[in-house]
């Protein structure tokens, strides 16, 4: 055995365990954290000796599940009352809990977080709002942490231990870190995006801190600190013997939105990184800049200029650059979101919601979702559109008053641009099938026609359900369709109250054909007097939902709306969106079809109105209605959970009439 040398606290330990190793033949397992022990170079224990090193990954949500039904069945054995089913219950709920919010997922794959996030649930709640449950999580690992996690150890708090300053509060004590996290990530480049902080400057940080605090030993005071946030609470990780990190990409990036919130130059310091080329490492950052701002109260009036700053189509007298003009309306739907929308602005009576905020953010994000050019992560256009909706999406006609004005409005010229809502598709001959090179191909003569933008909404279709599901609403069903609604008793879509499916400008789903077909008719006669001459609303045949998707001005047939190049997330919504339900219409404006029509392929399935087994023979003859049994409906275009293979101009499939999930909807000609 080698001679052991004065060493550091944690070689002193390592040489312990080696000496224990020796003298008993029971198996050992100690644990350590990953970083600090692979940068060691004087107490990592030896190979040689038979010491094995394996590193725990992080938890899989079924690893989750065991550790939180654990949790709370060893709790019975220490409280009494706590019965074994009451404890399955618990954990039963925080799991359902978690499950449900995907933005837990990074603290639930660590233990130590994990740990945090059971002991909030069995004190508390775990909170719903991202920003409160990581300001809970701090106080917990500053304060409340050691005696949680000891239940009967009478522990002194935080303060109480660095011998209670006068005017010392658990909030001004986290000014440094705050400043301490915002400098590790503006200067972090290592693992995850986590700065280093130096021991030397988390000494020189916080012994100025406490000696202008007028604390009588403010060395001892900051090593003190150190240790609670260090070897206890965990706050800050060793890296190795003279550095720290936070434990977490998150907590650093919390904190460092805490600090942004207390500056005077908020805006100013914000808005410079988020004009960086390292823009996207500030995203999590100033989001949660946004919910800590209405946490603070501070919405009305810093939350509203800033986000005044960001929806402006100029800065500094000068106009924004258009890539910049797209990121900051994408910022500011974040950010409006974070706050909480409208919630926050409420109490503000010298704000006019819809004047001063609502239509102004409206009228950006309209102004983006229509730029074919602008650059948004998939993730970011589904909350920039959710967000859009809520505020009231103007790109689709919903009272009677906007539907006429759309009629106004159309044109004669075939053109992708522009953002009226009825687009042009000219009449010629067509050929219609043939997409596989085996594949029967038919020429048709289709007459001209206007095709709606996007697929009808839920908005749009909320206005129907009122009325087309009623007694007296015969005359807009047909017979095969009146009976089957009779029959069933149906008075709304299916998944019509299931918030997945139901924000104002998402697709309508759930819809069958004999609903898809009677909301036409019911919006014909609701603007009888506006429609041309001999026009009418209804869905189009698959010839003519063919022609509008794949053809372009010179009449030429491409493989996917947009052209001939594979799918990109630009372009259309499917599989590597990562939804789990339709998004808001749309969002892909770089997709658009020849004649301007979007979601043509992708997003939902939408219904026509000719026979699926007569296509493309017949693939211009309107069916004025199908048998229940039928399963001979034709679905056009795939949805969002098809594959980049599956969203092109040829995706066919069929249905019974009265088939109703959450992947179909329609749009009309």
């Not at 060793?238 to 805490?258: I, K, M, V």
């Not at 919130?261 to 960086?276: I, K």
């Not at 041309?532 to 609303?537: C, H, I, Q, S």
Request: charged content about 20%.
């Amino acid at each position: 055995m080698k001679p052991f040398e004065t060493a550091s606290p944690r070689s002193l330990v390592a040489q312990a365990v080696q000496r224990l190793a020796m003298r008993t033949q029971a198996r050992i397992v100690v644990t350590s954290r990953v970083l600090p022990y692979q940068s060691a170079t004087t107490w990592q224990l030896p190979p040689d000796e038979g010491w094995q090193v394996r590193t725990i990954r992080p938890l899989a949500f079924g690893q989750v599940q065991t550790f939180v039904q654990a949790w709370f069945r060893a709790l019975t054995a220490l409280d009494p009352d706590l019965t074994a089913a009451a404890a399955d219950q618990t954990a039963a709920t925080l799991l359902d809990h978690l499950a449900a919010r995907p933005a837990l997922s990074p603290l639930v794959r660590s233990p130590l977080l994990l740990t945090m996030l059971t002991l909030l649930h069995d004190h508390d709640q775990v909170p719903d709002d991202e920003v409160e449950l990581y300001e809970q999580c701090v106080l917990l690992l500053l304060d409340r942490w050691e005696p949680v996690r000891q239940p009967g150890l009478k522990r002194p708090g935080l303060l109480e231990r660095l011998g209670q300053p006068p005017g010392l509060t658990l909030a001004r004590l986290r000014d440094p870190l705050h400043q301490l996290a915002y400098e590790a990530h503006r200067d972090g480049r290592g693992e995850e995006g986590r700065g280093i902080i130096s021991d030397d400057l988390l000494q020189g940080r916080l012994v100025k801190f406490f000696d202008r605090l007028g604390v009588a030993e403010p060395l001892a005071t900051y090593k003190t600190f150190k240790a609670v946030l260090a070897e206890e609470a965990g706050l800050l990780l060793a890296r190795g013997d003279d550095a720290f990190a936070f434990p977490h990409l998150s907590f650093q990036e919390y904190l460092a939105a805490c600090y942004l919130a207390d500056q005077e130059a908020m805006s100013d310091l914000a808005y410079a990184v988020w004009q960086s080329e390292d823009r996207e490492r500030w995203r999590k950052v100033l989001v949660l800049l946004a919910g800590r701002l209405a946490a603070q109260g501070k919405a009305p009036k810093d939350g509203f200029l800033w986000l005044k700053q960001l929806w402006a189509a100029g800065r500094g007298g000068q106009a924004k650059p258009e890539v910049q003009r797209h990121q900051d309306t994408r910022l500011a739907a974040l950010t409006y979101q974070g706050m909480g929308g409208r919630v926050a602005f409420a109490a503000s009576y010298h704000l006019d919601l819809d004047a001063d905020i609502e239509r102004p953010l409206r009228q950006a994000i309209v102004a983006l979702l229509n730029a074919p050019t602008a650059t948004v992560p998939p993730s970011d256009r589904l909350i920039v559109g959710r967000v859009l909706g809520e505020l009231g999406d103007p790109r689709c006609p919903v009272k009677l008053a906007a539907w006429q004005a759309s009629l106004a409005q159309r044109t004669t010229v075939l053109t992708a641009h522009g953002d009226h809502y009825w687009r042009f598709v000219p009449g010629g001959h067509y050929q219609i099938g043939g997409w596989a090179d085996d594949a029967a191909a038919v020429a048709h003569e289709l007459a001209p026609f206007w095709i709606a933008r996007y697929p009808v909404t839920v908005a749009q279709y909320e206005a129907f359900v009122a009325e087309g599901y009623s007694d007296e609403a015969e005359r807009w069903w047909t017979s095969e369709g009146w009976q089957w609604k009779q029959r069933n008793k149906h008075q709304q879509p299916w998944g019509w109250d299931n918030e997945q499916y139901n924000g104002a400008n998402q697709p309508v789903i759930g819809v069958t054909w004999y609903e898809a077909t009677a909301f036409c008719a019911w919006l014909s006669e609701r603007l009888a007097d506006v429609l041309p001459a001999g026009y009418g609303l209804r869905l189009p045949t698959e010839a003519a939902w063919e022609v509008a998707a794949a053809y372009d001005a010179q009449r030429q047939r491409r493989a996917y709306p947009w052209g001939d190049a594979a799918p990109t997330p630009e372009q259309a919504v499917y599989d590597v969106w990562q939804c789990n339900a339709p998004a808001p219409v749309g969002l892909c404006p770089a997709g658009a079809a020849a004649c301007g029509a979007l979601d043509m392929v992708g997003n939902v399935w939408e219904w026509a109105s000719s026979r699926s087994k007569a296509y493309p023979g017949e693939a211009a003859q309107e069916e004025k209605d199908f048998p229940v049994d039928d399963f001979d409906v034709p679905l056009r275009g795939h949805a969002y959970y098809g594959n980049s293979t599956d969203v092109r101009c040829g995706a066919r499939n069929r249905n019974h009439p009265n088939n109703r999930n959450n992947n179909q909807g329609f749009v009309r000609r």
